[in-house]
């Protein structure tokens, strides 16, 4: 192998826009081109995936390749996410992403013969629409929603209790896991977003706990906890400029909530103190413009006594600095223009010295 081998190295490829193939992605739909569409949410979906869409939109490929395992894969992936709204699919009579994905895994189900679960995902996604008083079907439709409902409700409420009762022995994982459970039945139940907030927070998980934290305060704003966690969030990820506005926000919602006032003087604190940090360092930026003026002062040869200035020779002498450590004090000289045309004459004097010495001796020889 040539010693000179690693520069023949290949350049590394540029990083993928995820936009760019989206849009290329989007435009291979419009042409009914669900196999190059495919390929292009393949590449989406490996990479870090921070929203559902991708995952959906390969599934809308993979229903109309007929690949119906790999809709209720991508699926049951999306019903993962929070939910949130979407447009474009009121024809499905699906106002949401989880209501569109359900409506996908009732239709792999039915393909795959699985009537029971294609009517389960489709009285799912019923409740979801009827929760939210959208798209509301006929009575016999609005009867089987309301039943849906409050059955979920009912499976939601039984593990948040089974949350609490190992959040209370302090079994953050566990609680997380019974807590999601619940979500999947009752995703718009703000207390549960805010039991599993606090258990992300217990499990320092910052941006999983801030997103339902955000859930918690979209679904009941008027709700003081919702603020609260999301303060205690921001402190601890050491964003504090952003969290003192959001627990001031709280305190005025709650002015006699004793838990938001002491996290509210906890974060007032560390901001006063970032804030004393800059204003010592401040004055020592100040002086140092001094130092040209000094140099200047000694360059233009009026020095009267040419001699040389040392102050505080002692250097083993410690002191404390403006950040209360404990340094050696530096040794600061001033050195005059005549000292240094002293020095110059003292060794131009030795160097003749030495070359009239060498003369003799050569001369004798």
């Not at 953050?172 to 258990?199: I, P, Q, R, V």
Request: proline residues 3%; aromatic residues 6%.
């Amino acid at each position: 192998m040539s010693m000179f081998s690693f520069m023949k190295k290949e350049p590394e490829l540029p990083p993928i826009d995820p936009t760019l193939v989206l849009a290329e992605a989007q435009e291979c739909l419009k042409e009914k081109d669900f196999d190059s569409a495919l390929e292009k949410f393949d590449l989406l979906c490996s990479l870090s995936v921070q929203s559902p869409l991708p995952l959906l939109s390969r599934a809308t490929c993979r229903l109309q390749l007929k690949k119906y395992e790999g809709v209720l894969e991508d699926c049951e992936k999306v019903l993962m996410f929070l939910n949130s709204d979407i447009d474009g699919h009121e024809e499905e009579s699906c106002t949401t992403v989880h209501s569109l994905a359900l409506m996908r895994m009732a239709k792999a189900h039915k393909e795959l013969g699985n009537l029971d679960s294609a009517k389960s995902s489709l009285m799912r996604k019923n409740a979801i629409e009827h929760k939210l008083g959208r798209n509301r079907v006929d009575d016999d439709g609005d009867e089987a929603a309301e039943d849906m409902v409050e059955k979920e409700r009912q499976t939601a409420e039984e593990w948040k209790e089974k949350g609490n009762a190992e959040y209370r022995k302090e079994n953050w994982t566990l609680a997380l896991e019974f807590y999601k459970n619940g979500l999947g039945y009752d995703m718009y139940n703000a207390k549960l977003h805010s039991n599993t907030c606090m258990t992300l927070i217990k499990l320092r998980r910052w941006s999983q706990a801030l997103k339902h934290a955000e859930q918690c305060i979209a679904l009941e704003p008027d709700w003081v906890k919702g603020y609260y966690m999301k303060g205690m969030i921001l402190s601890g990820e050491s964003k504090i400029e952003q969290a003192l506005v959001v627990l001031r926000q709280a305190a005025k919602m709650e002015p006699g909530n004793t838990q938001i006032k002491a996290l509210l003087d906890e974060v007032e604190s560390r901001v006063e103190y970032v804030e004393s940090r800059l204003r010592r360092r401040k004055p020592a930026k100040d002086k140092e413009p001094e130092q040209p003026e000094q140099q200047k002062a000694d360059d233009s040869g009026n020095d009267n006594d040419n001699e040389r200035a040392v102050e505080d020779v002692d250097s083993d002498e410690e002191y404390c600095d403006d950040d209360g450590c404990r340094t050696p004090r530096k040794i600061k000289l001033k050195v005059t223009r005549a000292d240094v045309i002293n020095t110059a004459m003292e060794l131009a004097a030795a160097a003749v010295g030495v070359a009239v010495v060498w003369w003799f001796v050569t001369q004798r020889d």
